[in-house]
């Protein structure tokens, strides 16, 4: 079973430019926020030190550019993620509307091993500012076809809910990590067909 | 050549090959997928030849009109090629073709998908990956008709055995010679022993040996020039057949002309910009002036000016009165063009979803572009407006490439300093001239450069490249952003002014900006490699870099990398070609390029110049 010591958790930031990626990564991390953050080029992360269900994990949390072309660099980026985090902009609805090219683009250039168990969580950002144009609702409704995404609705500028958000996106890469390593400790030695021994995984997650 | 039209026959074939490296006529032809032949000529005196051909031939593709470009070592080819034939010269090649005895050894790599020619003389002639499956059975079949045998030291490496009379002949004269030699260490004797008994297998054994006799002792190198050649030409195969791939190096690799420093000088004043101008306002000698804003930069009151000529807009030899008149017909074209996006009725942006995008992230990324600057600092600024406005033209400038972000990080300074909107955007698109293909939307332009980097900084830094290599990062990601906005979020705006302006005079070299990512990353191994740092730790320790490097320190290192290149013995047309110095043909032995190759006008002019002003600095 998976070890005691201490874990590292690589989260991945994707959605449109100017979503809040970088300044929901700098309000989870360092309790700031700035309207001056430039447009992110390439890519970069910060660490931050939580303890989740009792357990000492580090967040990596990657930071990338959010305009389409630069996401053939992505694969570089993505590898060894254990959670991706979807962000689009409750005022701007082609970010919402992008958010299906996210998720699939990431799974083509991460390659997950269980590609329909890898968890996502999506934030809705900006919920600061008016107009909304895309309602919780209609964002509850595509979270619920995507095998029940977790959502929250966000706002870096005022850290509301930013910390709640980053909490259930700190569980999700655990578990994930939790069954990749009941995978590995148990395959070599025989495969089996029953889930019994995974206590992690939402549904069957064997890939036989 | 007259070999197409002789009979033929194929002996054997395999698809799906990709060729990876060839000589540089075949530029256009590099990770093409083809197909691998040998073949047989009834009646010719070069029998065998292996034999690529891409699967899809899209250039110049007269079936009647066959050209055979042959891959050999004979040495009057390389002329033709000291004549800087640009890489898409009108001869198109079609076939790559080797003459079986022009393979002096190959290797495979890459767990035999990957197979590599040497022709001997420390180049190799070619390089193919095996897409589908591996090269083993061509291998066997290769050395079911050459005579091979592998390297000792590299199970992976054959090599190839032609006239074996004739070359174990030749080695045994040169080294029955070497015995006039003053008390020779007793290792030279022992092979020399062994050399008659057992030629090649003792040549294999201590080539490493006589590596360092050689080049340890110049001062009891009493040969005459026939055996040194003879002598240097087997040790560099050696180590070049040794330096390739995924394996270590472990045969001595040759060494790089000692770094000089070549100190920077002062920025170009009003008063040498003045005194450069001729009577109607010409700029008469274009290229020192060009070399002295590449060694000193340009004094920040009179960059103003001088930006425009870097920056393209006023050709170096106009007058006064041309410029006037320029300056009216640009500012027309400007605003005819802004009229165009400020025109646009609202119906006509919904129904261009294209044009909306951008505008949206133009807007979005003006609101953000050095917003701690004084000049775009504070709500309704007016220079964002200009910004923006400038940006958008540009959409209307350029349809093809229309924003990328990057693009208002790079005409930031630019406003910043000429504070006139036509102007600024006339320099911005000089600039985005000679950086567009950064913006590339298949991002070809920043791979080529993350590659071309790759490759410069193993020649300058083999260790630490394999060291990169083998921590994930040989891709050279973590410089994507030094790259794509030259170094904008790294330095201080006049750091990155000074830096800009250097690079714009397009000396001393193409690609100078890459030789200045290999200064940095030199001046970083010891920090990257004693900590043992990953693809993470890596990433982070560049992009912490930002606000920390010396532009004038890097700037000397870089010229000094760009020397040592230039002079090294065993400078590859790959790396020429990346830096725009004359192709001298890849089959050419190194000796030869020293001696034949005219140094280039500009490069005299270069060494003229800096000598001057060095008279003057000091």
């Not at chain 2, 490759?455 to 973590?478: A, C, R, W």
Request: aromatic share 10%; hydrophobic share 35%; with cysteine.
């Amino acid at each position: 079973m998976a070890s005691r010591k201490k874990v590292l958790l690589k989260v991945i930031i994707l959605g449109d430019s100017s979503v809040g990626k970088t300044s929901l990564m700098n309000q989870y991390v360092n309790r700031k926020f700035s309207n001056q953050y430039k447009a992110t080029i390439g890519a970069d992360f910060l660490t931050k030190e939580v303890t989740v269900d009792d357990r000492s994990v580090t967040m990596q949390i990657w930071d990338t550019a959010g305009q389409e072309r630069f996401q053939s660099l992505g694969v570089a980026f993505y590898r060894g993620a254990d959670c991706c985090v979807l962000v689009f902009d409750v005022t701007a609805p082609n970010t919402f509307k992008s958010l299906d090219s996210w998720r699939d683009e990431f799974l083509i250039q991460a390659s997950p091993r269980e590609p329909e168990n890898f968890p996502f969580v999506l934030l809705g950002n900006k919920v600061d500012l008016e107009p909304r144009a895309i309602s919780s609702k209609r964002a509850q409704q595509w979270c619920q076809m995507k095998n029940n995404i977790p959502y929250f609705e966000t706002s870096a500028k005022e850290g509301l809910n930013v910390e709640q958000a980053f909490l259930a996106i700190a569980k999700n890469a655990l578990a994930q990590q939790n069954s990749t390593v009941d995978l590995y400790n148990e395959f070599p030695d025989q495969i089996k067909l029953t889930n019994t021994n995974k206590p992690n995984s939402n549904g069957d997650s064997c890939a036989c | 050549m007259g070999d197409s039209l002789t009979e033929c026959m194929e002996i054997f074939s395999q698809d799906g090959v990709q060729l990876k490296t060839a000589q540089a006529s075949f530029v256009n032809y590099l990770n093409l997928v083809g197909t691998l032949y040998i073949t047989e000529y009834a009646n010719s005196n070069c029998r065998r030849c292996l034999e690529w051909k891409p699967n899809d031939v899209t250039v110049d593709s007269d079936v009647q009109d066959q050209e055979w470009a042959v891959v050999n070592t004979v040495q009057k080819r390389s002329r033709t090629y000291s004549e800087s034939l640009p890489p898409d010269s009108t001869i198109k090649p079609k076939l790559l073709k080797v003459n079986f005895v022009d393979i002096k050894s190959f290797k495979t790599s890459n767990k035999n998908r990957q197979l590599t020619l040497f022709d001997g003389k420390s180049e190799i002639m070619c390089c193919f990956m095996f897409q589908h499956g591996n090269c083993d059975y061509l291998i066997t079949v290769l050395r079911g008709m050459l005579k091979t045998i592998p390297a000792k030291r590299d199970k992976h490496l054959f090599i190839v055995i032609h006239d074996e009379s004739l070359e174990a002949a030749q080695l045994d004269k040169s080294f029955a010679e070497l015995n006039i030699f003053q008390d020779p260490p007793p290792t030279l004797w022992k092979l020399v022993k062994s050399f008659h008994d057992r030629p090649y297998e003792t040549t294999l054994e201590t080539f490493a040996k006589v590596t360092d006799y050689v080049y340890r002792s110049p001062e009891q190198r009493d040969i005459d020039d026939d055996q040194r050649e003879l002598l240097h030409r087997s040790l560099t195969e050696y180590a070049s057949s040794h330096s390739q791939g995924d394996y270590e190096v472990i045969a001595k690799v040759p060494e790089l002309p000692e770094r000089k420093d070549y100190p920077r000088g002062r920025p170009l004043s009003a008063e040498q910009w003045k005194n450069l101008q001729n009577h109607e306002g010409k700029i008469e000698d274009v290229e020192q002036i060009k070399l002295m804003i590449f060694r000193g930069g340009v004094a920040p009151n009179l960059r103003y000016e001088v930006w425009k000529y870097l920056l393209d807009y006023f050709p170096w030899n106009s007058t006064q009165a041309e410029r006037q008149k320029l300056l009216c017909e640009k500012n027309d074209e400007y605003y005819n063009m802004k009229l165009q996006w400020k025109r646009m009725t609202k119906v006509q942006e919904d129904n261009f979803s294209d044009y909306r995008e951008r505008k949206n992230l133009i807007e979005k990324d003006v609101n953000r572009t050095d917003r701690t600057m004084d000049f775009y600092a504070g709500d309704n600024n007016p220079n964002l407006q200009l910004l923006y406005d400038i940006l958008m033209t540009y959409i209307m400038y350029n349809f093809d490439l229309g924003y990328v972000q990057g693009m208002s990080d790079l005409l930031s300074p630019i406003l910043h300093l000429l504070k006139n909107e036509v102007d600024a955007f006339w320099c911005f698109v000089g600039f985005m001239n000679k950086i567009s293909s950064n913006f590339d939307i298949d991002q070809a332009g920043m791979k080529e450069q993350l590659q071309n980097l790759h490759t410069l900084l193993g020649f300058i830094e083999p260790q630490l490249v394999n060291y990169l290599d083998k921590h994930d990062s040989g891709n050279m990601f973590f410089c994507f952003r030094w790259l794509l906005v030259w170094f904008k979020r790294e330095l201080s705006y006049d750091d990155v002014m000074r830096l800009w302006e250097v690079l714009w005079t397009g000396l001393p070299c193409e690609n100078f900006h890459l030789l200045v990512c290999v200064a940095i990353l030199e001046t970083e191994k010891q920090a990257l490699m004693e900590n043992n740092y990953g693809f993470t730790e890596i990433l982070k320790h560049i992009n912490d870099l930002c606000g920390k490097l010396d532009v004038a320190a890097v700037l000397v290192k870089a010229e000094g990398i760009f020397h040592q290149i230039k002079e090294a013995e065993h400078l590859t047309d790959n790396i020429r070609m990346i830096l725009g110095l004359p192709l001298v043909g890849v089959q050419q032995c190194p000796e030869e390029i020293l001696s034949t190759s005219p140094d280039s006008p500009d490069e005299d002019l270069y060494e003229r110049v800096y000598d001057s002003m060095q008279h003057v600095m000091t």
